[in-house]
């Protein structure tokens, strides 16, 4: 699945109707400062070299959007010389630096989605930063223009600006539904042992799974560019590595039919294990693993971009017609038009079969 192509509303920020700020957060919020007393410029306190991941899951009202509401924003309480209290009457406003495509990012009820749109978040009102109206929780949200249970993810970046103080750095976070949530039943007391065993059993299951599920869809698709490679480099058959590489979907035995085979079993062999696999199962949603599997599946095409140079050229190619006197012959274009071989390339259907398969800049 390509993960920018996919994305529909991929973030959006919403003041309105947010749940209650609360008084422990296990993880922090974004928290909102000053690099000196009574000025300088806005910061932000927040480890985003550990956590740069804004995690959603799926809202279960809308296929296909996904949700969260963490993290919220915090005003920071005075810890010099790391970082300063905001001046009380501070408004706080978020701008768009830079967004992938396809995203929108919401706030109250200004929705941002180009670079150097921005909208206020909030007012620094009460000295503690508790009670202060900038400590919400507002809500991340993913849409998804496939269905519920696609793997989708992006990046936005963004800096804050307040009257009185300097712009803040540029700070980027990513969005995405493939991290699985944590397991609630070992936070919570009331679970029994035998919740708590099932559930870690259930993400032993899954991280087992995935591990065999990478390990074969990356042998599947190494054999098929290796044949590509051994047709530039060693003059093999084109029909064979053709027939090695079949991206038809209807054909079982087509690289992409034992791809999605494995996939299959994949799911099959968690939901064995974990039970049942539905909207509201524990530990994990049906949506939870599936989106999971399609984040460990983009990986793949993503090392295999890394390790074949100008791999969707080259598989387009080997795919495609030729253009023997200015029309297509074979391939996903036959009998169109062409001025050269490239117009007759499947670079758009390997593209469609591995979203997130990318090749590095042309170095030849």
Excluded at 120 to 148: K, M, N, R, V, Y
Aim: charged share 20%; proline share 6%.
């Amino acid at each position: 699945m390509n993960h920018r192509g996919v994305i529909m509303g991929a973030c959006a920020l919403l003041t309105l109707g947010v749940r209650p700020a609360v008084a422990q957060h296990a993880h922090g919020d974004l928290t909102i400062g000053s690099t000196a007393s009574g000025g300088g410029n806005l910061t932000l306190e927040y480890p985003l070299d550990r956590r740069p991941v804004v995690a959603v899951s799926d809202n279960g009202a809308f296929p296909g959007l996904f949700d969260t509401t963490d993290p919220g924003f915090m005003p920071a309480a005075d810890e010099p010389p790391d970082i300063f209290s905001l001046n009380l009457g501070t408004t706080v406003t978020l701008e768009l630096t830079d967004i992938d495509p396809n995203i929108s990012l919401k706030v109250n009820a200004t929705t941002l989605s180009a670079v150097g749109d921005l909208a206020a978040i909030a007012t620094h009102d009460h000295p503690d930063p508790e009670l202060s109206s900038l400590h919400l929780h507002p809500t991340f949200q993913l849409g998804i223009l496939a269905d519920a249970n696609s793997f989708g993810e992006g990046r936005f970046s963004f800096r804050f600006k307040g009257s009185g103080y300097g712009n803040s750095a540029v700070y980027t976070l990513r969005v995405s539904n493939g991290y699985l949530p944590p397991l609630s039943a070992l936070a919570d007391p009331l679970a029994t042992d035998d919740a708590k065993k099932q559930a870690v059993n259930c993400q032993k299951t899954v991280t087992k799974e995935i591990r065999k599920f990478w390990a074969k869809k990356h042998g599947l698709m190494s054999k098929c560019f290796d044949a590509v490679l051994a047709v530039e480099g060693l003059g093999k058959s084109a029909e064979s590595a053709a027939a090695v590489c079949d991206l038809n979907p209807g054909d079982p035995k087509s690289l992409i039919g034992k791809i999605a085979a494995v996939q299959a079993k994949t799911l099959a062999s968690i939901a064995k294990k974990c039970g049942p696999l539905s909207s509201s199962s524990t530990p994990f949603t049906d949506s939870a693993v599936q989106t999971h599997v399609g984040m460990a599946s983009c990986r793949v095409d993503e090392l295999i971009g890394s390790t074949y140079s100008n791999s969707v050229e080259r598989l387009g190619e080997i795919l495609g017609g030729e253009c023997p006197a200015g029309t297509c012959v074979g391939g996903p274009s036959d009998g169109a038009a062409c001025a050269d071989e490239h117009d007759c390339s499947a670079e758009d259907d390997v593209i469609a079969a591995f979203g997130c398969l990318k090749m590095a800049q042309a170095t030849d």
